[in-house]
């Protein structure tokens, strides 16, 4: 388990965002791959992506190429939610946010930096991602110079954090309201 009912509000938030952390930090933390779902006026969209980083203000950065899906949707409706599971500690943790897109600037530049190697063609194929194409070969191929031109970060400020502790008949939830810089702290009813 992640927490206990025993534990103070301010003890639980601490915690969860340990792990949270954990999740950017650790290559084989359950938190590395998370759900995010996007949302336009037309459609609602949800995907696995990678969590690359937490930093102190607990903003979540995912690198992805700026031609993708959860881009645009990101651009038109900055409205997100992640999705974190732990199965081990049988902790269910949810985030809803306002998304970022970065692409081109200070912080695209210093994240672009740390994508190493082969990694750097995820975010240039010639082909852009979703488009259709006639066999697969087509998707894997790259120009011979890799650069950021649509290498995208998308930060995630998280306003609302719901955390379930699954503890067989009696589970613990609780929720974490962002007002300003202060978090507002409250048990849930499962």
Known sequence: ??????????????????????????????????SLATQTAEELDLRYVVLREVDSDMNFYIFSD??????????TNPKVAILFYHPKKRVQIRIKGEATVHRQDDI???MWSKVQGESKRAYS??????SKIAYPEEAHQWPETM?????????????????????AQEHIRV?????????????IAP
């Open 108 to 110: 695209s530049s210093a």
């Open 125 to 130: 194929p010639m082909v852009a991602p979703g």
């Open 66 to 75: 700026a031609r993708t899906r959860k881009v645009l949707h990101a651009n």
């Open 147 to 167: 650069d950021d031109e649509n290498f995208t970060v998308i930060k995630i400020s998280p306003n609302h954090i719901d955390a379930l502790q699954l503890n």
């Open 1 to 34: 388990m992640l927490f206990h009912e025993q534990e103070s509000l301010s003890e639980i938030f601490h915690s969860v965002r340990h792990e949270l952390h954990r999740g950017a930090l650790d290559h084989k933390h359950p938190f590395r791959y998370i």
């Open 175 to 187: 929720e974490f309201c962002k007002n300003n810089d202060d978090w507002e702290m409250n048990w």
